[in-house]
């Protein structure tokens, strides 16, 4: 099914399941990747996701701009994510943090060898210390941008509120920046004796 956001609203309110299920399918990463950006745990930003949803379900009808999903979407699970942490006034657990940058390395790196299991987990130590030191917008733009073909930069903009043509330059500014921060990572020298 390749239509509109328009039209798959329209079938979707009429209650087309077919029409729903492409909705959450082009949109599902985007709303996930705003509530992470926010840091939730995977159960908060579930929570998130699913609040997003039913949103669009109780107001499938009321779109104003329904070209315009995208932002809709990210506008939505944005506020929901604020409306969370508001609610729950807490600080994220450093079990979390590991969590949090589980999903965009595979449990395979290790292959079984211990000593190439230690150099890759030393490896994402050194990228997640180097990301912390990225500004917010960087943070926020590397990983909606992460989880998001480039052909749906008109989604990121969206969900980022920037500029669409901002995208790919901030996009390789913040990339440069990690490229420096995390060769003062891991040009650290080792302690001896």
Same mark, same amino acid.
């Given at each position: 099914?390749?239509?509109?956001?328009?039209? +798959? +609203?329209?079938?979707?309110?009429?209650?087309?399941?077919?029409?729903?299920?492409?909705?959450?399918?082009?949109?599902? %990463?985007? $709303?996930?990747?705003?509530? %992470?950006?926010?840091?939730?745990?995977?159960?908060?930003?579930?929570?998130?996701?699913q609040?997003?949803?039913?949103?669009?379900v109780?107001? +499938?009808?009321?779109?104003?701009?329904?070209?315009?999903?995208?932002?809709?979407?990210?506008?939505?699970?944005?506020?929901?994510?604020? /409306?969370?942490?508001?609610?729950? /006034?807490?600080?994220?657990?450093?079990s979390?943090?590991?969590?949090?940058?589980?999903?965009?390395?595979?449990?395979?790196d290790?292959?079984?060898?211990?000593?190439?299991?230690? !150099?890759?987990?030393?490896?994402?130590?050194?990228?997640?210390?180097?990301?912390?030191?990225?500004?917010?917008?960087?943070?926020?733009?590397? /990983? $909606?941008?992460?989880?998001?073909?480039?052909?749906?930069?008109?989604?990121?903009?969206?969900?980022?509120?920037?500029?669409?043509?901002?995208?790919?330059?901030?996009?390789?500014?913040? +990339?440069?920046?990690?490229?420096?921060?995390?060769?003062?990572?891991?040009? !650290?020298?080792?302690?001896?004796?």
């Open positions: 099914m390749d239509r509109s956001p328009a039209l +798959l +609203l329209k079938a979707a309110a009429a209650g087309d399941p077919e029409a729903w299920h492409q909705i959450v399918d082009d949109y599902n %990463r985007l $709303v996930w990747s705003v509530a %992470r950006g926010f840091r939730l745990s995977l159960a908060d930003a579930a929570d998130v996701s609040t997003t949803w039913l949103r669009l109780e107001n +499938l009808d009321r779109i104003q701009n329904p070209d315009q999903l995208a932002g809709w979407l990210a506008t939505t699970a944005r506020r929901e994510s604020l /409306r969370l942490i508001h609610k729950t /006034r807490r600080e994220v657990p450093d979390e943090e590991t969590e949090d940058k589980a999903p965009f390395f595979s449990d395979s290790d292959d079984g060898d211990p000593e190439t299991a230690l !150099v890759a987990e030393q490896e994402r130590t050194d990228l997640w210390q180097a990301f912390s030191t990225l500004s917010e917008r960087c943070r926020n733009l590397l /990983r $909606v941008v992460a989880v998001t073909p480039l052909e749906s930069y008109t989604a990121v903009a969206q969900a980022l509120g920037m500029p669409i043509g901002s995208i790919g330059p901030t996009r390789s500014r913040c +990339l440069e920046q990690l490229k420096r921060a995390l060769k003062t990572v891991t040009s !650290v020298p080792e302690r001896t004796g």
